[in-house]
Antibody
Framework: QVQLVQSGAEVKKPGASVKVSCKASGYAFTSYTMHWVRQAPGQRLEWMGWINAGNGNTKYSQKFQGRVTLTRDTSASTAYMDLSSLRSEDTAVYYC???????????????WGQGILVTVSS | SSELTQDPAVSVALGQTVRITCQGDSLRSYYASWYQQKPGQAPVLVIYVKGNRPSGIPDRFSDSISGTTASLTITGAQAEDEADYYCSSRDSSGDVVFGGGTKLTVL
């Protein structure tokens, strides 16, 4: 069965960076686009960007352009999200999510990681 | 506007039909998808691109579009349908955007 398992919760100070991992199993990792979505407490979901797990191409939300970097390790079937220059407003649950259509960015996500809480606090 | 607007809360009697709406200019150009989210859990995709349902999603979930308003309809709501529902689509730059969510209460 398809599973996306994310790394554990993080606590960071303002100005620091965080790198979150998302290990995929149960499907051909390189055949699907992986997206990253976050949700601040009590807020709406917020899309951050995607990475084509096959060729490594990326697209970032304009809001996060310059602060987020998406990478992947095909040998480990793992995607990574790196967010820099953290501020308190970045405190949120961060999810990886697989695109529902293989080899495509459909903008819809059928499998999600469990989510991890990143807390930014001095 | 690239924003998607949803009613904050909707209620429905058990077994009745409820419609959850999502309004946004981008819906003239892009399909809507819908997610169900229960407290402390990751979202679950219930409808995507032209009314497709992922496997395991009951057929009581359906969608429709009229102009700039997309709707998710639950026909015969069940207690387990109580959750937050989010619509998503794209803005003019192609970025995925989400609505503010609708809290569905099943009475």
């Amino acid at each position: 069965q398809v599973q996306l398992v994310q790394s554990g919760a993080e606590v960071k100070k303002p100005g620091a960076s965080v790198k979150v991992s998302c290990k995929a199993s149960g499907y051909a990792f390189t055949s699907y686009t992986m997206h990253w979505v976050r949700q601040a407490p009590g807020q709406r979901l917020e899309w951050m960007g995607w990475i084509n797990a096959g060729n490594g191409n990326t697209k970032y939300s304009q809001k996060f352009q310059g602060r987020v970097t998406l990478t992947r390790d095909t040998s480990a079937s793992t995607a990574y999200m790196d967010l820099s220059s953290l501020r308190s407003e970045d405190t949120a649950v961060y999810y990886c999510a697989r695109d529902v259509v293989h080899y495509y960015d459909s903008g819809a996500f059928d499998y999600w990681g469990q989510g991890i809480l990143v807390t930014v606090s001095s | 506007s690239s924003e998607l607007t949803q009613d904050p809360a909707v209620s429905v009697a058990l077994g009745q039909t409820v419609r959850i709406t999502c309004q946004g200019d981008s819906l003239r150009s892009y399909y809507a998808s819908w997610y169900q989210q229960k407290p402390g859990q990751a979202p679950v995709l219930v409808i995507y691109v032209k009314g497709n349902r992922p496997s395991g999603i009951p057929d009581r979930f359906s969608d429709s579009i009229s102009g700039t308003t997309a709707s998710l309809t639950i026909t015969g709501a069940q207690a387990e349908d109580e959750a937050d529902y989010y619509c998503s689509s794209r803005d003019s730059s192609g970025d995925v955007v989400f609505g503010g969510g609708t809290k569905l209460t099943v009475l």
